[in-house]
């Protein structure tokens, strides 16, 4: 995904790539960084209200107000530690409303304080180092920092009355309203979240009425300069380095404050790439042959009653599968939309300048699409689209196939369908049974109503049913004691995926006609998706401590269980590799869970 970042600008970027690269790049341009030698800081600090560090003597106290400069450093975009953090919050009713938290703390070491705040002075022009003002301004850090915290935990949506009521000395409808900049308007009878905050509003209050507006606006323009140092000359960088404790390669800032600017883009753009139509199309169609081949096995289950088996069948039908991404992801122009960037342009060339404008930009699109029906979960969804693995969200009854497991040995559009029903169709196959199993017999409905789909009766049948499996995996021979109750329900999906795939298979071939040897080969198609059941399971033998423990307490068997397990208690494996029954991989008798 590096290269969605780096590479340069090509004529069918996306508007939002545009500037994702664009900001990259800029970032990147050392020299002409030093070059502006900071002006851009300066210009801003001083529309912001004076530096009083800077400024000495002219610095006029009478015009500060912390509540004033709050509001102005946001409309400028620029990031001061400001004593309070919003957010948006999930609520039980599908929507999302504002949440009001306290702002993190800005954590720094004294001695390290000192010496690069001399430093970063220095590179700005200061040649008068007021060490006391400036100690002061630490004082003040250490002060913030002390103050009791409210906990996090959100109990219910609340207003913004009974927030003025728990922390009358702020003006929230001043700030939420300056902030929001009539994208949407806030009355006291708006609904936001916040947790226990009166004490630390109190202990806060108290201490900005017993300090002074130089400290303060110090405190002010530091913070901006912790957050935006990144963007200013080397000198100021260098100095810097000392308080934050390291000194990334430029490339490695860069590349992190561009993605953290632009979130979610550089992992929908790889999804877009890695997920043509052609590969959605080919899925979608394996996955619906897949689930009629599930249903056959359903109505024949002799551990399922009538009633549950008849949900089952249901079940299988209201499958929903993701195949690299939701719909929105494949529209870079809606996709745009979403994220506030449809209509987005830089108008500076100057990385400081740029990095202001983005967070103008993100604040007002922030309270535009504040309250509303509940978004997409994309931090949730994104932590997984990178991954290799897929995985059923069962409650749901949602099946999500990744993109990288798309563009891998698993999967090749290209590649003949015996080798994909013996690598990815193993998969989803397994991943289905998930969804079948004693775990996952409670579902949420459309109206969030959360049934148990399985009737006692079944449940009992089915921990008779699976006790050959239990067993089959506790008696293996192997240095520790393997746990099959542990990894039962991985082993189920195991046992049960694979039969899945190939019987979907020879469906395939039913309707298209049967496949040709690959070239050179004397293996058989059938054979060879046997083969290709074992590609996700590749792995070295190690003789590992740590490895065995983490093993030992996973819900995964190991690996040789993964790969013969299924194929040799399978009714197809021994036929088309001639095995002789009671042959290790033709067991005379077979556990068969479905």
Not at 66 to 78: A, D, N, P, Q
Not at 238 to 266: P, Q
Request: glycine residues 4%.
């Amino acid at each position: 995904m590096k290269s969605i970042i780096v590479d340069p600008i090509k004529k069918t970027d996306s508007n939002s790539n545009v500037l994702l690269k664009q900001y990259y790049h800029e970032c990147m341009n050392e020299t002409k960084i030093d070059k502006e030698a900071n002006k851009a800081f300066k210009k801003a600090i001083e529309e912001l209200g004076g530096w009083p560090l800077l400024d000495g003597s002219s610095w006029n106290a009478s015009n500060f107000n912390w509540v004033e400069w709050y509001i102005k450093s946001k409309e400028l975009g620029l990031p001061v530690y400001g004593f309070f953090r919003f957010t948006r919050i999930e609520t039980d009713a599908n929507y999302t409303v504002l949440q009001v938290s306290a702002q993190p703390r800005l954590d720094l070491n004294k001695l390290d304080y000192n010496l690069a705040m001399k430093q970063v002075l220095e590179a700005l022009g200061v040649k008068d180092f007021r060490k006391t003002e400036n100690e002061e301004v630490f004082e003040f850090i250490k002060s913030v920092r002390g103050l009791l915290y409210p906990t996090e935990d959100i109990e219910s949506v609340n207003t913004i009355e009974n927030l003025i009521k728990e922390c009358s000395f702020v003006p929230w409808l001043k700030i939420l309203n300056s902030f929001a900049a009539h994208e949407t308007e806030f009355n006291k009878s708006s609904e936001v979240a916040f947790s226990d905050i009166q004490t630390y509003c109190e202990q806060l209050s108290d201490l900005l009425d017993g300090t002074s507006s130089r400290t303060i606006a110090n405190y002010y323009v530091w913070s901006i300069i912790h957050n935006m140092h990144k963007f200013m000359s080397r000198d100021v960088r260098k100095a810097y380095g000392v308080i934050i404790g390291k000194n990334n390669d430029r490339y490695s800032v860069c590349f992190k404050e561009a993605d953290s600017r632009f979130r979610y883009l550089k992992e929908t753009i790889y999804v877009r790439r890695k997920t043509p139509e052609v590969v959605k199309k080919q899925l979608t169609y394996m996955i619906d042959l897949m689930k009629e081949t599930f249903i056959e096995h359903l109505k024949v289950c002799d551990w399922m009653d009538d009633i549950t088996k008849t949900a089952a069948i249901e079940k299988t039908e209201l499958i929903e599968n993701v195949i690299g991404g939701d719909e929105e992801l494949y529209d870079p122009e809606k996709f745009d939309e979403i994220l506030g960037l449809d209509k987005f342009r830089f108008t500076s060339d100057n990385i400081f300048e740029m990095a202001r404008e983005k967070r103008i930009k993100e604040t007002r699109h922030f309270f535009k699409t504040l309250y509303g029906s509940r978004g997409e979960n994309w931090g949730s969804f994104f932590r997984n689209a990178v991954n290799l693995d897929a995985y059923f969200v069962q409650h749901i009854n949602l099946m999500i196939l990744p993109a990288p497991m798309l563009s891998s040995i698993l999967y090749d559009y290209r590649a003949p369908a015996f080798m994909n029903y013996g690598s990815i169709g193993r998969v989803i196959g397994h991943e289905i049974m998930h969804g079948f199993q004693k775990t996952s017999r409670k579902v949420i409905l459309d109206n969030d109503k959360t049934i148990d789909w399985w009737t006692n009766a079944t449940a009992d049948a089915y921990d008779e049913k699976v006790k050959c499996l239990i067993e089959e995996y506790e008696n293996l021979p192997f240095r520790y004691k393997l746990n099959g109750k542990l990894t039962l329900d991985e082993n189920i999906s195991d046992f049960v995926g694979i039969d899945v795939a190939y019987e979907t298979y020879l469906k395939y071939i039913g309707i298209h006609g049967t496949e040709k040897k690959l070239p050179g080969l004397s293996l058989t198609p059938e054979q060879i998706f046997w083969i290709q059941t074992g590609t996700w399971l590749c792995f070295r033998k190690l003789d590992d401590k740590r490895i065995d423990f983490e093993r030992e307490n996973s819900v995964h068997a190991i690996p040789m269980f993964r790969v013969e397990g299924g194929a040799k208690h399978s009714k197809y494996f021994a036929k088309d590799f001639n095995c002789p029954v009671g042959s290790p991989m033709n067991p005379r008798k077979k556990c068969r869970i479905l």
